[in-house]
């Protein structure tokens, strides 16, 4: 499982893998998804002719079942009032496609934030520098002074320490316990003293 979730977080790291499959299946997302669970299930460990048949059935479950839910931790209010009330600049940095100014007013998170940045919109995804680039003109600070924090650690641990940025990984479940020696934390509550 470890192993899977490993590779799904690369995947999505803007890889080679995911730029193929976006080109293959770029007017066919039900072939995307299907594809992706097949190598998912290889990731599992299961054996290519077992995951090519399994894998549209899984992606059929998924497509009726599953009902992502954003989970915006109790004391982010709390926190990002304090560190927006502190003077800190944030912005939101995202491998979406398009933009989600929407989504984040729903939660009532969009007025803690200078800016909200989705890769599509600059035609650039995390790891690659050209969105880090961006998101600091947007905020208006320079790579040394900026702390970035996300839970990728190929996209964007990695994507924000080749830019120059301070990397945090936020890791609640202790999915990478080795770091490479970059910061992390577990909850949100840990961040302030990481400021400091």
């Known amino acids: ?41 290889v990731a599992l460990g299961l054996k290519s002719a077992d995951a090519l048949e399994l894998a549209p059935k899984v992606s059929a479950h998924m497509d009726k079942a599953y009902k992502p839910q954003v989970h915006v931790p109790p004391d982010a209010h709390t926190l990002l009032s304090s560190l927006k009330n502190e003077g800190y600049v944030l912005g939101v940095v995202s491998n979406r496609e398009t933009p989600y100014h929407d989504e984040l007013k729903e939660l009532k998170l969009d007025s803690y934030f200078k800016f909200l940045l989705a890769g ?39 994507g924000a320490h080749r830019s120059g940025l301070i990397p945090v990984l936020y890791d609640p479940t202790s999915l990478f316990p080795d770091t490479g020696g970059f910061a992390f934390i577990r909850s949100f509550t840990e961040l302030p003293e990481l400021l400091k």
């Open 1 to 41: 499982r470890i192993r899977a979730e490993h590779w799904e977080h690369f995947y999505f790291a803007s890889s080679l893998e995911i730029r193929k499959d976006s080109e293959t299946y770029k007017d066919d997302r039900s072939g995307f998804w299907v594809n992706f669970g097949r190598r998912r299930l």
């Open 120 to 158: 599509g919109e600059v035609n650039s995804y995390k790891p690659d520098k050209v969105i880090f680039a961006r998101a600091l003109e947007l905020a208006g600070t320079s790579a040394p002074e900026t702390m970035y924090i996300g839970d990728n650690y190929f996209a964007d641990v990695m």
